[in-house]
């Protein structure tokens, strides 16, 4: 590897994880059971305002957030909930296309997993690592690595089809449809790829800046967001732009689609509302801190975490926050996006913690402390939730009870979360190999 681009790589990572201060406390072994604690929820309330296009400037310190004397985020009334109404099942049972499985974000598959999980195949690769999850399509697994190369592998054995390399590396995770991989890198160049023709380039597009944000559809159209600000709607055929909004911050999480709408958690301390047929703001929520989770939505509700440790539910529809969480004792930002099924929604925190949340009241339901922090997002699958720690750790956590009934230690740790399908989970460590879970076929 060049020296440029390794060094590259590390300016690349600084900026990504260097400006967030992390406070340290005493966290309990994993081997402790689930603890049920006190609401932290809120009830405060916002009324969105739009936001403004065209918008060049930075915020210059976005990680401030108004607290009041004791340390505890300020409240207000508890909104009445609205309709929790499910889009879908979650990914397909055979694939899991874009970074959190289907457009909606809800990192939820439709696929089925044994009680037991067993290691199929890992595959390790010199000079590599996985911050972006896979994506599986047709039996293949799509991967794209910090050191800037683009695999398909076969999701049963592990067999690489075709490798692409670029100069530079990727944090956001590929996404498939209709045999192209479209995947952003550090450059911020996006790439089109023909999955089927061996990874062959069909088209790129420049950014201004990195690209940490996981590519999503509208229609024919292909949408991601740049740390230059701006979320972009491409052509997915072409690559022409079909329109671009800027806000007034940097875009680091994958751009929601539900109906005609688009949902971005900004660094400039906002949830943004988009029209997706002209482009344009048609609302937002004020979240008072940079936040670059991507949103999972289900119903009327969105939810996501913020880098100031609180944990957002949001009536997309009305344009206002429904509830908060917040634990004083250890607000620590989140870096994992939420997964929602029915009526929780689960999210790892750097306080080393998996909660569940009730969707509509907010009420922490459980938790589960593990030995180290989870950035990993986590995944729902039937009646369990895997997400794997800083420590190497990957766990199968019951839903209803936030216990963990299933674990498996590697080398290295987990900042990627998850993809299943086809009875098979496929997560990449940061030491760059590549593990494929599932039960083994019988000789």
Not at 62 to 77: H, I, K, L, Q, Y
Not at 222 to 242: I, K, N, R
Not at 244 to 268: L, M, N, S, W, Y
Not at 417 to 434: M, N
Request: hydrophobic share 35%; aromatic share 10%; with cysteine.
């Amino acid at each position: 590897m060049n020296d440029r681009r390794r060094t590259m790589h590390s300016v690349a990572i600084y900026l990504t994880l260097g400006c967030t201060v992390v406070a340290v406390g005493c966290i309990p072994p994993a081997s402790r059971p689930p603890q049920v604690l006190y609401s932290q929820t809120t009830g405060s309330s916002s009324t969105g305002s739009q936001t403004t296009t065209g918008n060049d400037s930075l915020t210059t310190n976005p990680f401030e957030r108004p607290r009041d004397d004791a340390g505890a985020s300020t409240t207000g009334t508890k909104k009445e909930p609205g309709s929790i109404i499910p889009q879908g099942n979650g990914a397909p049972a055979d694939s899991w296309p874009v970074f959190r499985g289907d457009i909606y974000s809800t990192g939820v598959s439709s696929s089925q997993l044994p009680d037991e999980l067993e290691l199929i195949w890992e595959t390790e690769f010199e000079e590599s690592g996985f911050e972006g999850a896979a994506v599986i399509d047709d039996g293949v697994v799509y991967t794209a690595d910090s050191y800037g190369e683009v695999r398909a592998q076969q999701l049963g054995t592990g067999e690489l089809i075709w490798q692409a390399s670029t100069p530079l590396g990727f944090i956001a995770t590929p996404a498939i449809r209709d045999g192209k991989l479209f995947v952003g890198d550090l450059d911020g160049i996006f790439y089109c790829y023909d999955a089927k023709a061996g990874g062959d380039p069909l088209w790129t597009f420049e950014s201004m800046a990195e690209i940490d944000s996981g590519a999503n559809f509208y229609g024919d159209k292909v949408l991601f967001g740049s740390q230059d600000a701006t979320l972009y709607c491409l052509d997915a055929d072409t690559g022409e732009v079909a329109w671009k909004h800027q806000i007034d911050d940097q875009i680091r999480c994958t751009p929601t689609v539900v109906e005609d709408r688009c949902f971005v958690a900004g660094c400039d301390g906002r949830l943004h509302i988009i029209d997706l047929k002209k482009g344009e703001a048609s609302g937002g929520v004020e979240i008072q801190s940079p936040a670059g989770v991507t949103p999972a939505v289900q119903g009327d509700y969105v939810y996501f975490g913020t880098e100031a440790g609180v944990f957002f539910g949001v009536n997309w529809r009305e344009a206002e926050t429904a509830w908060t969480f917040e634990d004083p004792r250890a607000a620590q930002g989140f870096r994992s996006s939420a997964a929602v099924k029915g009526d929780l929604v689960v999210v790892g925190g750097r306080d080393r913690r998996l909660r569940a949340f009730d969707t509509i009241s907010g009420e922490q339901v459980w938790q589960l402390p593990v030995k180290s922090r989870i950035d990993c997002s986590p995944v729902i699958c039937g009646e369990r939730v895997y997400f794997g720690a800083g420590d190497g750790r990957l766990y199968a956590v019951d839903l209803k009870s936030g216990e963990s009934v299933w674990e498996h230690e590697v080398k290295g740790g987990f900042v990627a979360s998850a993809a299943i399908a086809s009875g098979r989970l496929v997560i990449g460590s940061d030491e760059g190999v590549l593990y494929c879970f599932g039960k083994k076929d019988e000789e």
